[in-house]
Every structure is written in structure tokens, then in C-alpha cells.
């Protein structure tokens, strides 16, 4: 069983402030992780992805990814209020001839004004 | 580029009824769409891979007879919910890879379709 973990929260912090978002998988053999923004009642988006041990930078994103501790987690610098949303890890394996992705529950994030 | 559609958005249906949900890759040919659902406050649970002129691969514990899966061309896959229930009542999305095997391959996602059965 594929499994990722997150903690569901809420997180809250303050505008301008960093939000830390962890995420742990128990598929050793996984090989690539994603981040996804999902609002309240909307699809998820994309925000990054990472294969690489060590940071990746997007902007106010860093990803980082320790395959080590099966461990991804993403900062968000500068939170802003329209960051509130539930964040979503999502790690790649191999299900037969396609790829698969397997979601977190999500981690909930509140920036205060 | 990587626009993803559904239709309908929102569906309200009486009970036994076949609903069917149209994804469409509006600028790029996906050779696989993924299905999967939402229930509130939950995660996304994938239900069916489907790749363009095969069958769908549908997850453990998903009924491929009550949701039919047809994914005909390289930008189009349906899927009908049949004789649907309340307890079919959930946010359906749907997702689009340009790839199959690529490990940086990414999904784009539809806007999602809530289906409500009453």
C-alpha cells in the first residue's frame, strides 16, 4: 500500500511570513513528488515538482526533497492571504504500463492578514 | 498551454440515472487521462487510468461496470456514471499527461465536475 502522509491542520500563519509544509511517503522506490494548490471547491493546481535530492526554487516556492527520510516538504516565503488553500503532496510510482500518483490529504493553510 | 476541460460542471441527477462526464485536453494530445473523486474534505482517490485506444485500468475496489470509462481520442475521455446513486454524489476530476512512463510527467487537471444524486 502506497501511502503519503500530511499533516492535515490548519496551519496558520501570518501574512509575509514562511509556511512549512511537510509530506512523508512509504514507497521507497518513488521517484518524482508534486506539490498542488487545491481551493475550496476547485480542482488542484500545480505548483512544482521535484526529483532531485535537495531544493528546487520557484519564485516564493522552494521544494525540498530528502529520499533518504522519504521526506518532501514546501516553503512558501512571503505567505499571502490568497495562499489560504490546502496544499497537496502527491508522489509518482509505477503502476504497470502507466505512472500513478498517489495523493495526501492535504495540509490546510490559513494566512492571516 | 496544458488546458484541461469538463463538462458539465455541475450535475443534478435522480437516482438511476447514467450521467456522462466529457474531459477534454483543449491544447495538447494527452495519451493518458486519469479519473479520480473527491468526497468532502478528503483527498483525490484515483479510480481508472485510461489510455487513448485501450481499456481503462481501473483501481481495487472501483466498479468498471457502474463507471465506464471510453477515452476514444488523444483529447477526449468520458466517463458515465451508471444507474447512479446518492452515495455516487462526489467531486469527479479529471486529469490529462502528455506521456505514459515519463517519471517528471505531470497532470493537469480539469476544473472538476460535482455530481449530485438525488
Known amino acids: 500500500q502506497k501511502e503519503v502522509e500530511q499533516n492535515s491542520g490548519p496551519l496558520s500563519v501570518p501574512e509575509g511570513a514562511i509556511a512549512s509544509l511537510n509530506c512523508t511517503y512509504s514507497?521507497?522506490?518513488?521517484?518524482?513528488f508534486f506539490w498542488y494548490r487545491q481551493y475550496s471547491g476547485k480542482s488542484p493546481e500545480l505548483i512544482m515538482f521535484i526529483y532531485s535530492n535537495g531544493d528546487k526554487e520557484d519564485g516564493r516556492f522552494t521544494a525540498q526533497l530528502n529520499k533518504a527520510s522519504q521526506y518532501v516538504s514546501l516553503l512558501i516565503r512571503d505567505s499571502q492571504p490568497s495562499d489560504s488553500a490546502t496544499y497537496l503532496c502527491a508522489v509518482n510510482y509505477s503502476g504497470g504500463s502507466n505512472y500513478k500518483l498517489t495523493f495526501g490529504k492535504g495540509t490546510l493553510l490559513t494566512v492571516n492578514p | 498551454g496544458a488546458v484541461v476541460s469538463q463538462h458539465p460542471s455541475w450535475v443534478i441527477c435522480k437516482s438511476g440515472t447514467s450521467v456522462k462526464i466529457e474531459c477534454r485536453s483543449l491544447d495538447f494530445q494527452a495519451t493518458t487521462m486519469f479519473w479520480y473523486r473527491q468526497f468532502p474534505k478528503q483527498s483525490l482517490m484515483l479510480m481508472a487510468t485510461?489510455?487513448?485506444?485501450?481499456?481503462?485500468?481501473?483501481e481495487q475496489g472501483v466498479e468498471k461496470d457502474k463507471f465506464l470509462i471510453n477515452h476514444a481520442s488523444l483529447t477526449l475521455s468520458t466517463l458515465t456514471v451508471t444507474s447512479a446513486h446518492p452515495e455516487d454524489s462526489s467531486f469527479y476530476i479529471c486529469s490529462a499527461a502528455k506521456g505514459r512512463t515519463l517519471i517528471q510527467e505531470t497532470q493537469y487537471f480539469g476544473p472538476g465536475t460535482r455530481l449530485l444524486v438525488l
Open positions: 514507497d521507497r522506490g518513488s521517484q518524482s
Open positions: 485510461s489510455n487513448e485506444g485501450s481499456k481503462a485500468t481501473y
